[in-house]
């Protein structure tokens, strides 16, 4: 696994810009398993980190303190969901991190040369490894402990690196890479029709976008209809229809997630290879034609930069991850926390990291 996969979470740390001038917090080991701890400061400092992280995926350059209140799925709300998996992060570290040392596995140079970097980005910022301290202060950390803290941010990671990376010790097959993605995602094509048109403003001289009046909608659908019956009548091939297609993709994978309109998703699954389907959602109509995903058709997708290869990339990296979360799964319920400690730290009233 690439290194930057392993410090997506470290990505803000060297941009923080405010300084806290505030007295220091007192700083207690909070989580510990086999050796391994980390102090309240470290959660403290990482839980910002993760607040500050989701808002700017949500595109919010302020803190809103309404968000964390939205509904998450599975009976939480996002604040809910953003600290529970953060506190299950910091546990998976440290037994990673415990587990790493017993197989006797060594930080890369790369990756020590990287976390020295961040940290020595942070002094720069600062001015000062004494200023840096100030700074930290008010999360109960010192300079020191903040390396420890990028250290660890990093361990579930390397664990994966050590099993499953390009020399990892039970390194996948392409074999099993493939058996996992086809058996949550199909891979359609589709050709869409817009029930929407485009018409000229005369006042402005400028176009507009409309719906389709019902009778239009009507004769696009007869019309869709018969390019369909040319191809399966062997008059056409579905590639003579291709180039009409107005979505920017022709090819998706597809899985029941929500990622697509539920239409589109109920007959991506239903569908067999080869079968071509006309499919109405409210983006209009979908030509859609199921194909196999075969062994040589997934290194395709891998290897050529489209927008299948993100899909697919990352359904390694996240089954790489479930069979490492596997190995830890157990000794988490061993990590001891400091309970009433940790029931001070709260997602909404943690500080955002500046930018």
Not at 251 to 263: A, H, I, K, Q, W
Not at 290 to 307: L, N, P, R
Request: aromatic share 10%; net charge negative.
């Amino acid at each position: 696994m690439k290194l930057f996969k392993r410090i997506i979470a470290l990505a803000l740390v060297a941009v923080s810009l405010f300084v806290v001038t505030s007295c220091s917090k007192s700083s207690v080991t909070l989580m510990e398993y086999d050796g391994a701890s980390l102090s309240s400061g470290m959660f403290s400092y990482g839980l910002s980190l993760n607040k500050t992280q989701v808002l700017y995926n949500f595109g919010i350059g302020a803190d809103n303190a309404t968000i964390w209140g939205y509904d998450a799925g599975n009976g939480k709300t996002i604040g809910q969901a953003v600290y529970d998996n953060y506190v299950e992060n910091c546990k998976l570290n440290l037994v990673a991190d415990a587990m790493l040392k017993e197989l006797g596995a060594k930080e890369s140079d790369e990756t020590v040369s990287y976390l020295n970097s961040i940290y020595d980005a942070n002094v720069s910022v600062q001015g000062s490894v004494a200023k840096l301290d100030v700074y930290l202060a008010d999360f109960g950390l010192n300079a020191a402990e903040l390396k420890e803290y990028y250290r660890l941010s990093t361990k579930f990671y390397d664990l994966i690196d050590y099993y499953y990376g390009d020399e990892g010790a039970e390194k996948l097959t392409e074999k099993q890479y493939y058996d996992d993605l086809t058996s949550e995602y199909n891979l359609v094509q589709h050709i869409l029709y817009k029930n929407s048109k485009s018409i000229l403003e005369e006042s402005t001289n400028t176009s507009k976008t409309v719906s389709m009046t019902e009778e239009e909608v009507a004769a696009l659908k007869e019309e869709i209809e018969a390019k369909v019956k040319q191809i399966t009548d062997g008059e056409k091939t579905y590639e003579d229809f291709i180039s009409e297609n107005q979505d920017g993709n022709l090819e998706y994978l597809v899985t029941d997630n929500g990622s697509f309109v539920p239409e589109f998703e109920k007959a991506a699954k239903e569908m067999t290879d080869g079968e071509i389907r006309i499919v109405e959602s409210q983006f209009g109509f979908h030509v859609m034609r199921k194909v196999a995903i075969t062994e040589e058709k997934y290194a395709e997708m891998k290897d050529e930069q489209s927008y299948n290869q993100e899909t697919v990339l990352s359904q390694r990296a996240y089954l790489e991850q479930d069979m490492a979360y596997k190995k830890l799964e157990e000794k988490l319920k061993d990590v001891t926390v400091t309970e009433n400690e940790l029931a001070k730290f709260d997602i909404v009233t943690a500080p955002v990291i500046e930018m």
